[in-house]
């Protein structure tokens, strides 16, 4: 617990036992994904980690005078965390405009993770549609990083276009020379210079025929992509236990105190944001 005197006014505290007070970072590198996603790379002020995520948590960063928001952990290194952040209101135009050695202030790591545990000895199909693929991406790296402890992992991603494809090192260069890890590619619409798959993600599934016995499924993306992937999935024999997401909309605070991500009985923020479809098939409709 924190020792420091939080009833003195004079003293500010910097400790991370205070789940609501965030540390000032800055950005070390930022990589230019596709046109509207970037990645940021994180360290706190005297060169660490902020804090040491599991695969699937999230943290909340903010920018003085502009906001917060929650955004997954997509990789972590020795003495960094990254997130990938698609540029689609405020903050995020904000955060796009940030350059390399500017602050930022972070706090977390929020919610569960994925069950790197329970799938252990499982063969694991990955599926990530557009800027999805970042929360999938941390547990990719996870099981990689532990390659002796999963059976055969294989990656499907597709996004509207080529340009769209986020981590293009990792789809082209790394993960195709991991032992016993296959890629597989699709784009919606045809273009000039791409000789992958053309189609939706869903019907890219189907095509691919994967094998369910002894299979976990770990997807995420655009809602309407996971509801019909869940589809094809079923229809293919794979059961709603066996298949993983994450919820990640409309969380605030982090910590269950707002509301704005209950559902039900649920708090996306804390029961999750990582749910079996089995579990959300018992949360209630929104209205």
């Not at 991603?157 to 990792?170: E, N, Q, T």
């Not at 189907?206 to 229809?235: N, T, W």
Request: charged share 25%.
């Amino acid at each position: 617990m924190c020792d420091h005197n939080h009833n003195d006014p004079n003293h500010v505290c910097t400790c991370s036992d205070n789940p609501l007070v965030p540390q000032v970072c800055k950005v070390i590198k930022i990589t230019a994904e596709t046109p509207d996603v970037k990645t940021f790379r994180i360290q706190t002020l005297d060169g660490k980690k902020p804090f040491a995520p599991m695969p699937g948590q999230l943290a909340m960063i903010s920018l003085l005078g502009v906001g917060e928001a929650m955004f997954s952990i997509t990789a972590q290194g020795e003495d960094w965390i990254e997130s990938s952040i698609k540029r689609t209101g405020m903050l995020t135009d904000a955060l796009h405009e940030m350059t390399e050695g500017q602050t930022i202030a972070v706090r977390g790591p929020y919610g569960n993770h994925f069950p790197v545990d329970d799938c252990k000895g499982k063969d694991i199909l990955f599926i990530g549609g557009g800027i999805g693929l970042a929360p999938v991406r941390s547990f990719i790296r996870y099981a990689i990083e532990h390659r002796e402890d999963y059976g055969h992992l294989d990656v499907l991603y597709g996004s509207r276009s080529s340009a769209d494809l986020v981590f293009k090192d990792d789809l082209f260069e790394n993960w195709p020379k991991v032992e016993d890890l296959d890629v597989h590619l699709t784009i919606d619409r045809p273009e000039e210079g791409w000789n992958g798959s053309v189609a939706f993600v869903p019907a890219f599934l189907e095509q691919k025929a994967f094998d369910p016995a002894g299979k976990k499924v770990v997807l995420c993306g655009p809602p309407i992509m996971i509801k019909f992937c869940l589809q094809s999935l079923l229809k293919m024999g794979f059961s709603k236990e066996n298949v993983i997401t994450t919820l990640e909309m409309r969380m605030k605070c982090g910590i269950g105190k707002c509301g704005r991500c209950n559902i039900g009985s649920k708090y996306v923020c804390l029961d999750g944001p990582v749910f079996t479809m089995s579990e959300l098939d018992e949360l209630p409709d929104e209205k």
